[in-house]
């Protein structure tokens, strides 16, 4: 598969026997031992800011040389899933599952393979309205209405930072309120990818009487449990902010996502 913006070309290449499912090539050992550190992370319920076992512990739960494991530390610590704390009472300690780094890891895939912010806004624009109609259908209408208070009536920040903080707030909770993770974790490394380079590109301050107008009537449709109307608001809030951003930013809508 190619596209037209060029880039190198997409192919599924599953590394996994499709008759076993089991992995067709052996992981490096500090793959395996971040995927054994993680599944004990789930399992035995570690809560953010836990730390981790001391090191000489580790290194006998898991059987594995003390540059592995450091490495395999590592790995989870690129992609945000821990921390580490050098010096006197550091160490691992687990951190809280931030789309930003999927963003990351997003952004470099999108990047090779010539994909455009135009398609990142697509993407959204598919997206994020069957999530809102999943919020205002939601059976426990006291938990959305309470959710959705603070946005029915809010100030118009003159801070870009506030503005941002304020549509994140708003677009984590239809996350939090949706309960699919999956969809929660991509939409928000996709508004991650588009606010970076919004902020980057527009005065959001000059966009932002729009953004909290149409926030303030999703939030007004969502409590109300008007699926349909919240559906077609989310879909002309996502192009109201596209056609801004085209109208101030000129052709990057069409320049092939940075990996940041």
């Known amino acids: 598969m190619t596209n037209g913006s060029g880039g190198l070309p997409i192919e ?24 054994r550190i993680i599944d004990d992370l789930v399992r035995q ?3 953010v800011g ?18 592995t494991l450091r490495e395999g530390l590592r790995l ?13 009472g550091g160490g691992p300690r687990v ?13 470099l895939y999108f990047h090779v393979a010539g994909a455009t912010y135009r398609e990142v806004f697509e993407a959204w624009l598919d997206m994020e309205p069957t ?8 059976d426990d209408r006291d938990e959305v209405e309470n959710a959705m208070k603070p946005f029915l009536a809010t100030e118009l920040a003159h801070d870009p930072r506030a503005v941002f903080d304020s549509a994140a707030a708003f677009h984590s909770e239809i996350g939090r309120l949706s309960g699919n993770r999956v969809l929660v974790l991509l939409l928000q490394s996709i508004n991650h990818i588009l606010t970076e380079l919004m902020m980057e590109r527009i005065d959001l301050t000059q966009s932002g009487s729009q953004i909290e107008h149409d926030h303030v009537a999703l939030a007004r449709a969502i409590a ?11 879909r002309e809030h996502i192009i109201h902010l596209w056609d801004d951003f085209e109208a101030r930013a000129g052709g990057r809508i069409d320049d092939v996502v940075d990996w940041r």
């Open 50 to 67: 836990d730390r981790f076992p001391a090191e000489p512990d580790m290194l006998k739960v898991y059987e594995v040389s003390r540059e």
């Open 224 to 234: 109300n449990g008007h699926a349909r109307k919240a559906e077609t608001l989310a």
């Open 95 to 107: 951190a809280p599952v931030n789309a930003a780094y999927l963003a990351r890891s997003a952004s």
């Open 12 to 35: 599924y290449r599953p590394h996994f026997d499709r008759h076993s499912g089991e992995a067709a090539t052996p992981e490096k050992a500090s793959v395996e031992v971040a995927r």
């Open 131 to 138: 999530l809102v109609a999943r919020v205002a259908r939601k």
């Open 45 to 47: 319920g570690y809560q």
């Open 76 to 88: 989870l610590e690129v992609q945000g899933l821990i921390s580490i704390r050098r010096g006197p």
